[in-house]
């Protein structure tokens, strides 16, 4: 089971090369001791620029720009190294929130929306539960190989849920920006692993989940995020890296 991720100070640069590096040396330990199967965390947010949730079934977005290229590389080189074995699962998650993650009261992003640096903009972000998150590594014990999308019903705008975030943990509304959406956050679609292979999240959209870090169950739907092709996954019934937008405070 390899869940290791480098992110207590947020450098993108030294949590894709302990991807790449990292990963490597797990990879090449495990062939040398007769290991059939791994299971390994990764992210759902590098996937080609596309219109609506990303697949599987899709490429990684090896050609983008810097600093989203370094994140990208980290993750292509990750699962490249974990495919060598017999049996491999990629769990791509989407963006953790909840206890002992960033998207907490007391994390590092709830700390930026109370200084309004947290931006809410038309980009589409994937959310997953960090229980639901672990639920679906316990689950891929059992699963066939391939990438697995772990991520919630709901791909939103950050001009839904920035708000609903600020609020679930006491943070002014944040800043709205005009900028058009950035075509590669797009959100991805978890019909692989709901569908396919079984995988039920407790929190079906990061609207309950907010509003359980808030302690209510008062997250209103204020509809933008369904004006996007595919926005919600249709389904009954969710890392950290680069895909949050921020602003810098004026000195």
């Known amino acids: 089971m390899h869940q290791l991720t480098d992110l207590a100070h947020g450098d993108l640069a030294g949590n894709a090369a302990l991807r790449r590096d990292g990963t490597r040396n797990l990879v090449d330990a495990a ?3 007769g290991v059939r199967r791994i299971v390994a965390q990764s992210i759902c947010w590098t996937y080609v620029p596309g219109a ?4 599987e079934g899709e490429p990684l977005d090896l050609g983008a720009p810097e600093p989203r290229r370094t994140t990208v590389a980290g993750v292509a080189a990750l699962e490249s190294a974990v495919a060598e074995l017999p049996e491999w699962v990629v769990l791509r ?3 953790l929130y909840g206890p002992g993650t960033w998207f907490e009261p007391g994390g590092a992003r709830a700390a930026e929306a109370r200084e309004g640096k947290l ?15 672990a639920a679906a590594a316990l689950a891929a014990l059992g699963w066939p ?5 772990v991520c919630d019903d709901e791909p939103a705008a950050g001009l839904d849920w920035a708000p609903a975030f600020c609020r679930a943990v006491g943070a002014p509304a944040p800043p709205v920006s005009g900028t058009p959406a950035n075509p590669a956050a797009r ?7 709901r569908g396919d292979l079984g995988w039920t999240p407790a929190y079906p959209s990061w609207r309950e989940g ?16 369904r004006r996007f092709s595919d926005s919600r996954v ?15 405070k004026a000195r």
Not at 145 to 149: A, E, L, Q, T
Not at 210 to 225: E, N, Q, V, W
């Open 210 to 225: 907010f509003a359980a870090l808030a302690g209510d169950r008062d997250i209103p739907d204020t509809g933008y995020s």
């Open 31 to 33: 062939l040398a001791a």
């Open 52 to 55: 609506g949730p990303a697949r």
């Open 145 to 149: 190989p391939g990438p697995v999308n």
């Open 187 to 193: 959100g991805a679609d978890n019909g692989h692993a």
């Open 234 to 248: 249709g389904h009954s019934g969710g890392g950290h890296d680069e895909s949050i937008h921020f602003r810098r």
């Open 93 to 95: 998650y989407g963006l």
């Open 119 to 133: 931006v809410a903009s038309a980009d589409v972000t994937s959310f997953v539960h960090v229980d639901d998150a």
